[in-house]
């Protein structure tokens, strides 16, 4: 008979717990923002418990802050921002997201939210905006000098042409010198007679050397 397969023996406080996002930002100028939701998720063979704390619960409504999550599924947990006020202004609050086996008490693990309230979503996203740009100007000046440092150089390898153009551009010239194929009063083996099609291939290649060396 197959034995039955066990869940690993789980030891309070090191479960990893899974929960998106991990960051809760409110703005006070944008009412859609004052409700948030965590999302849970328990990847494990055997439900979850969960409940749900608050270092300022006076200032948060969470809708069910405890519950249960079936094996391999998700949940949502709703958190609402119920005292915008500007004195709450860039304060960081934490929530704690702690889990447990339905069948236990002791928690399994648990997991920090740092939840935020900022004055407008407009602000964030202008300063958002000037920071890339600064990033920007910074990167497109690094390459802007990169660029400059190695022009000098650049002009160094190209003040003449290569050996290998050249030597190619020898190579072509003798060969428009070697007699074309079918001259029979010449000094030259035959095997070094070149057709008419070679010929134009190395007046070709020819011309391509000269204009090279002409631009450097």
């Keep these: 008979m197959q034995q039955q397969k066990r869940q690993p023996e789980l030891v309070e406080g090191n479960l990893p717990v899974f929960v998106?996002?991990?960051?809760?930002?409110?703005?006070?100028?944008?009412?859609?923002?004052?409700?948030?939701?965590?999302?849970?998720?328990?990847?494990?063979?055997?439900?979850l418990k969960f409940k749900v704390l608050c270092t300022t619960p006076n200032k948060?409504?969470?809708?069910?802050?405890?519950?249960a999550v079936k094996p391999q599924c998700?949940?949502?947990?709703?958190?609402?921002?119920?005292?915008?006020?500007?004195?709450?202004?860039g304060v960081i609050d934490k929530f704690r997201l702690q889990v447990s086996?339905?069948?236990?008490?002791?928690?399994?693990?648990?997991?920090?939210i740092i939840a935020t309230l900022l004055p407008s979503a407009k602000e964030q996203q202008q300063q958002k905006e000037e920071e890339e740009k600064r990033i920007k100007e910074h990167l497109a000046e690094s390459v802007f000098f990169e660029q400059t440092l190695c022009q000098p150089e650049n002009r160094t390898a190209s003040s003449g042409p290569s050996l290998l153009t050249?030597?190619?551009?020898?190579?072509?010239?003798?060969?428009?010198m070697l007699p074309t194929l079918g001259e029979m009063d010449s000094l030259v083996p035959l095997y070094l007679h070149l057709s008419v099609n070679q010929k134009l291939v190395a007046a070709y290649v020819l011309g391509l050397?000269?204009?090279?060396?002409?631009?450097?």
């Design 20 to 47: 998106f996002p991990t960051e809760l930002i409110f703005y006070a100028d944008d009412q859609s923002t004052h409700k948030q939701v965590l999302t849970l998720y328990n990847p494990y063979e055997f439900a």
């Design 60 to 67: 948060y409504a969470v809708v069910d802050p405890t519950g």
């Design 74 to 89: 998700c949940v949502d947990i709703v958190i609402r921002h119920r005292d915008v006020r500007a004195s709450y202004f």
């Design 101 to 112: 086996e339905q069948s236990q008490r002791k928690a399994l693990g648990k997991k920090e």
């Design 166 to 176: 050249v030597f190619l551009g020898i190579v072509c010239i003798a060969a428009l």
């Design 209 to 216: 050397i000269t204009m090279v060396i002409l631009r450097t």
